[in-house]
């Protein structure tokens, strides 16, 4: 019983086209974050997403947005894939917006941009 | 320009020793710092937390230890056993709840 699901697992697209990842999670929470993982291996934080109270990380591209059609899915729309948008991008859950609510994440999903 | 540093990108521990690993902030006004554990493929998994109220927080073989006052947090893990190989995150959160995080430490702990 998967907690935190993203699909799909692997992306492979050429530059410039436009796609989107999928989060759902079945803990009923009511947060939930995107994270990508660079090249380097560093976790950076994208957006965090809380009953349509969106926070978004200042240094990412407006070609990413977050939809959230309901409290159990928050999906990743990126426009315009350019070659650095290669990255592994993870989501997370949590029960609320405190500080001290444990992050549940995804399996992450891995994309290249060819 | 990174508030949370992991310093050792790799650490290679022996079977039943010691495994000690580091972590620097910057930022004063983090209260609640946490580390991660992360396998190949996988997403991290939540281990251990610490309030800034306390100088150390113990669950199992996993303690982490924090000095406030150097902005340094470390996380101990005794006896190392194999399965804990994997790839070590502290982390910090700041608003809305989102994470900031270290670079990560690659524990590698020896049969």
């Known amino acids: 019983d998967t907690a935190v699901s993203q699909t799909p697992k692997y992306l492979v697209t050429q530059m410039g086209n436009d796609k989107s990842i999928k989060c759902e999670q079945n803990l009923g929470h009511d947060t939930m974050y995107w994270y990508k993982q660079d090249s380097k291996k560093f976790l950076k934080i994208m957006f965090s997403?809380?009953?349509?109270?969106?926070?978004i990380n200042e240094t990412v591209p407006n070609r990413f947005s977050p939809k959230s059609p309901d409290k159990a899915h928050l999906n990743l729309h990126i426009n315009s894939l350019e070659l650095g948008d290669s990255a592994v991008y993870f989501c997370?859950?949590?029960?609320?917006?405190?500080?001290?609510?444990?992050?549940?994440f995804g399996p992450g999903t891995r994309l290249l941009v060819l | 320009d990174q508030q949370v540093k992991q310093n050792s990108p790799s650490l290679s521990v022996q079977e039943g020793r010691i495994s000690i690993l580091n972590c620097d902030y910057t930022n004063s006004m983090f209260d609640y710092f946490l580390w991660y554990k992360k396998y190949p493929a996988e997403g991290p998994t939540f281990l251990i937390s610490?309030?800034?109220?306390?100088d150390k927080n113990e669950d199992g073989r996993f303690t982490v230890f924090l000095n406030k006052s150097a902005k340094h947090l470390s996380l101990h893990i005794v006896p190392s056993q194999p399965g804990d190989s994997a790839v070590y995150f502290c982390?910090?959160?700041?608003?809305?709840?989102?994470?900031?995080f270290g670079g990560g430490t690659r524990l590698m702990v020896k049969p």
């Open positions: 997403y809380n009953n349509k109270e969106l926070i």
């Open positions: 982390a910090a959160p700041e608003a809305g709840n989102m994470l900031t």
């Open positions: 610490i309030s800034s109220i306390k």
């Open positions: 997370a859950s949590s029960q609320d917006l405190g500080p001290r609510q444990t992050q549940y």
